[in-house]
């Protein structure tokens, strides 16, 4: 029994991932200087169904037919933009608000963290400001170098 079980575990290492299997991986995230930025945790594997959870094409494509232990990168360029988000004097000091000018890179707090924003426009009559998050690596080329970390067969 044990070297029946041995064997189907060694089938599935050697058939790598097809339509419908379940994947977890690991990966670690680099900017252009090579410097990591992020990084899945152990115990907060990322989990997915191939074929049908799709995170990523070229991750989509890259992963078929890999196997426990493959890594794979994707180098990306982060062209996301955030929403804008309007904020109005209630939110804000009203001295402060006054002094922001559009396309300014302001510092706000967000649940306790400075956070970086860009000040895209006013609505001075309604005593309203619009600003868009900026996220430090937009228009900078990442790499995700992914790891293969377990195949559950389906």
């Given at each position: 029994?044990?070297?029946?079980?041995?064997?189907?575990?060694?089938?599935?290492?050697?058939?790598?991932?097809?339509?419908?299997?379940?994947?977890?991986?690991?990966?670690?995230?680099?900017?252009?200087?090579?410097?990591?930025?992020?990084?899945?945790?152990?115990?907060?594997?990322?989990?997915?169904?191939?074929?049908?959870?799709?995170?990523?094409?070229?991750?989509?494509?890259?992963?078929?037919?890999?196997?426990?232990?493959?890594?794979?990168?994707?180098?990306?360029?982060?062209?996301?933009?955030?929403?804008?988000?309007?904020?109005?004097?209630?939110?804000?000091?009203?001295?402060?608000?006054?002094?922001?000018?559009?396309?300014?890179?302001?510092?706000l707090e967000v649940n306790g963290k400075p956070n970086l924003?860009?000040?895209?426009?006013?609505?001075?009559?309604?005593?309203?400001?619009?600003?868009?998050?900026?996220?430090?690596?937009?228009?900078?080329?990442?790499?995700?170098?992914?790891?293969?970390?377990?195949?559950?067969?389906?």
């Amino acid at each position: 029994m044990v070297a029946k079980i041995e064997k189907e575990n060694k089938t599935v290492k050697e058939k790598g991932i097809a339509k419908n299997d379940i994947v977890t991986i690991s990966y670690k995230l680099y900017d252009a200087n090579d410097e990591l930025v992020d990084e899945s945790q152990k115990e907060q594997p990322l989990i997915l169904q191939y074929g049908k959870t799709i995170v990523n094409k070229e991750l989509e494509k890259k992963l078929k037919g890999k196997k426990v232990g493959d890594k794979i990168e994707i180098k990306q360029k982060l062209k996301t933009e955030a929403p804008l988000i309007e904020l109005t004097l209630d939110d804000l000091d009203e001295d402060k608000f006054h002094n922001y000018n559009e396309g300014e890179l302001i510092e706000l707090e967000v649940n306790g963290k400075p956070n970086l924003f860009l000040v895209e426009k006013f609505d001075m009559q309604a005593g309203k400001m619009f600003v868009r998050h900026k996220n430090p690596y937009e228009g900078t080329t990442l790499t995700n170098v992914i790891t293969i970390e377990k195949i559950v067969k389906k």
